[in-house]
């Protein structure tokens, strides 16, 4: 029997309950439990995701190297250029999405409190540079 039999992914912000609302329509999840500073949501396959209340937050400065990366969420899809659309509707925006040209394998982007995700196609393989 495992010792520890599951986790949860919680990113800290000042309005868990509307930056739970920007991710359970991204994920079209349902919130599962809710008080007055925690918030949490589970997505269909089971990807749990838990907003708590920090009076003092203050959104992450990637990439610059002040206040750096504190957390890293990273999502799957195979329409990119579909999903970006979602995102900037509602209230998040891109980051670093490299050649603005045509499709790319990986994009980031920023929630509306400034928490940075990726959405790329298929496992990432590669190290995570800088």
Not at 108 to 123: E, L, N, Q
Request: net charge negative; with cysteine; glycine share 10%.
């Amino acid at each position: 029997m495992a010792l520890v039999t599951g986790g949860v992914v919680v990113l800290d912000c000042a309005e868990p309950e509307k930056l739970a609302g920007f991710y359970a329509e991204l994920l079209e999840a349902t919130q599962v439990d809710a008080h007055v500073n925690r918030v949490e949501i589970r997505s269909a396959d089971g990807f749990r995701l838990a907003l708590r209340r920090d009076v003092n937050a203050t959104a992450p400065s990637w990439p610059r190297p002040e206040n750096s990366l504190q957390a890293h969420l990273e999502f799957e899809a195979d329409d990119l250029d579909e999903v970006e659309r979602r995102i900037v509707g509602l209230g998040g925006r891109p980051m670093e999405t490299g050649d603005a040209s045509g499709p790319t394998e990986e994009r980031g982007y920023a929630d509306p409190a400034g928490h940075s995700f990726t959405v790329r196609r298929g496992t990432a393989t590669a190290p995570k540079q800088g």
